[in-house]
């Protein structure tokens, strides 16, 4: 009985589903329809004219662009897009130890939040190892090159911040200009010369905020020769930083492979007469010094027998800072590779800067960048008189053949060992490495 209750069981279980054929459920199916009607609902409403007007406004930063902008026939030549970059990141600082507010010139700025570089302590003569100390001299050297690269990476980031946003119509952005032109001045003053070494490593041919750094780096190197104060080199470095500033708008001639037009070199030679007018109207600056640091500026393509740009000035009537970065920029440009032709050696760039001593420049100040820089400038190699090769450290200035030198391991020494050749009797420079690998960024 149970077996046929279940057998009753199962067959009303297979009558119950025969029910739902009889419905054949396409009598649900005028139910989908509904369905769909309500997911088309969004479908019709996808295309929202709300957000499309809330996003017509985010391309107006792009009107900033004066360059396109303005219906002046000067500035016909597309200049960078305006999209300010941002100051480094904590992850992307080099040191994060090394970071606080910046200090000295920058403070008095319209722009106090912008971020600088702790400076390191400034080592007294009286606590320089040694040379013959050579561990603790070798580990002096070491902490001198971090600390010097910490410092340039930095001023990079925000020269690069700097002359962009300055190019973008932002006047208060001075601030990272000035943060840069104060801490190159106060590590030289501390007589850390790696920093001029960093300066001739070798970068991308398009990166001006780099060049514009070791521009800097290498005035205010020779001012330093010249006794300026430190007020003095500050400017001069913060007219070194800017010297390129009206160039940022023609990038685009500057980069490109094959040699300028006539009418491109005419347009080119503006950029200085450009970054006279964003300079004198920055903000935070008093006028008179926005106007001095504008003449600088202005003279640094000027060439001492007139051959310059943009009113041919000749001989004395350019500023002594002028001559000083103009020198600079070229020795710098020489050194570094460009789209359209190969670096120099630093040694035969320095001959070069001789051959041109009365006519390009004054004889006064090639003497300057002899005296400065050596024959031999920091991260240059040298072949020594004993058969080794060594690594120019630092320079003894005025002392133009005997800097102070590392020697690097071969066979023939077993540990590094560091000379001074201005001391060291008997030992000389006998020959240049030719092929110097002088590093990379």
């Not at 070494?197 to 780096?217: C, E, Q, T, W």
């Not at 600056?285 to 000749?314: C, H, I, R, W």
Request: charged share 25%.
């Amino acid at each position: 009985m149970k077996f046929s209750d279940l057998s009753k069981k199962k067959s009303g279980h297979f009558d119950k589903p025969a029910r739902p054929p009889e419905q054949k459920q396409p009598e649900e199916q005028p139910q989908t329809p509904a369905r769909e009607t309500v997911r088309e609902q969004p479908r019709q409403a996808q295309p929202l004219p709300e957000p499309q007007e809330t996003r017509k406004p985010l391309p107006e930063p792009a009107v900033q662009n004066t360059s396109d902008s303005k219906p002046d026939g000067n500035r016909s030549i597309e200049g960078p897009t305006c999209v300010k970059p941002c100051l480094p990141t904590p992850k992307e600082r080099p040191s994060e130890s090394l970071w606080t507010k910046i200090s000295g010139i920058g403070e008095s700025l319209k722009q106090p939040a912008v971020q600088g570089f702790e400076m390191p302590k400034i080592v007294s003569p009286d606590e320089i190892p040694e040379m013959n100390d050579t561990q603790a001299y070798a580990q002096y050297i070491k902490q001198q090159e971090e600390q010097a690269y910490n410092l340039y990476e930095y001023c990079v980031l925000s020269v690069r911040y700097g002359l962009l946003s300055l190019i973008c119509e932002d006047r208060t952005a001075y601030g990272p200009i000035a943060a840069a032109a104060d801490n190159i001045t106060t590590m030289l003053d501390s007589g850390n010369q790696s920093l001029v070494a960093l300066a001739g490593k070798r970068y991308m041919p398009d990166n001006n905020s780099r060049h514009s750094v070791n521009v800097a780096i290498y005035s205010v190197f020779l001012c330093e020769l010249l006794n300026m104060k430190k007020e003095e080199r500050v400017f001069v470095a913060c007219a070194a930083l800017l010297h390129d500033l009206g160039m940022q708008k023609y990038e685009r001639i500057l980069n490109k492979p094959d040699k300028f037009t006539q009418a491109e070199r005419e347009m080119v030679q503006r950029h200085p007469i450009d970054a006279k007018a964003i300079i004198e109207n920055l903000e935070g600056l008093n006028k008179n010094t926005a106007q001095s640091l504008a003449k600088v500026v202005m003279e640094v393509y000027e060439k001492y027998d007139g051959s310059g740009y943009p009113f041919k000035k000749q001989g004395e009537s350019i500023s002594q800072q002028a001559q000083i970065i103009s020198i600079a920029n070229v020795y710098e440009a020489l050194t570094h590779a460009r789209s359209w032709r190969k670096e120099l050696h630093q040694h035969d760039a320095l001959k070069m800067m001789l051959d041109n001593a009365g006519s390009a420049f004054s004889k006064k100040t090639v003497r300057l960048l002899i005296d400065g820089l050596s024959m031999y400038p920091p991260g240059s190699l040298v072949q020594l008189s004993t058969g080794d090769t060594a690594r120019v450290i630092e320079v003894n200035p005025k002392l133009i053949s005997q800097p102070k030198v590392e020697l690097i391991k071969n066979s023939r020494t077993s540990s590094n060992r560091f000379l001074n050749l201005a001391t060291e009797k008997g030992i000389l420079i006998t020959s240049v490495a030719q092929h110097t690998d002088k590093g990379d960024f």
